[in-house]
């Protein structure tokens, strides 16, 4: 049997072949990034989500004992971006001259609403 070389460049068999293995490496690869970003995004966002609800602990630790209450639910205005970001405490006594101060943030994600909740002990000086 007589093989065929052909000094002047690639067979179509030889061009498909590396195709398909290019593609066999590259499709898993791709899918790997998308889901990467995907998870990197989430995590921004959660952070952003953290950062936010510490904030509102920060204001609610400079008021004074007696004006500390709960709350109905209220729009962020200075929220990460344009969508809806919520947050509302809740406000229970523990003891004499001690609160417990959970802020609930509602923000979304993918489509959905998410919600998370820091909780913070405050005391009458």
């Given amino acids: 049997m007589k093989i065929l070389i052909n000094p002047k460049g690639f067979t179509l068999l030889e061009?498909?072949?590396?195709?398909a293995i290019i593609t066999l490496v590259v499709v898993p690869l791709s899918e790997m990034f998308l889901h990467?970003?995907?998870g990197a995004v989430s995590n921004w966002r959660t952070i952003q989500a953290?950062?936010?609800?510490?904030?509102i602990l920060e204001t609610v630790?400079?008021?004074?004992?007696?004006?500390?209450n709960s709350t109905v639910?209220?729009?962020?205005?200075?929220?990460?971006?344009a969508e809806n970001w919520s947050y509302r405490l809740e406000v229970t006594n523990e003891s004499y001259n001690l609160k417990k101060v959970t802020v609930i943030l509602r923000y979304p994600e993918n489509g959905k609403q998410k919600e998370l909740s820091l909780t913070m002990l405050k005391g009458l000086r």
């Fill in 36 to 38: 990467s970003k995907r």
């Fill in 50 to 55: 953290i950062n936010m609800a510490q904030g």
């Fill in 15 to 19: 061009v498909m072949t590396a195709l």
């Fill in 61 to 68: 630790k400079a008021k004074d004992y007696s004006r500390v």
């Fill in 73 to 81: 639910w209220q729009d962020i205005a200075n929220a990460p971006s």
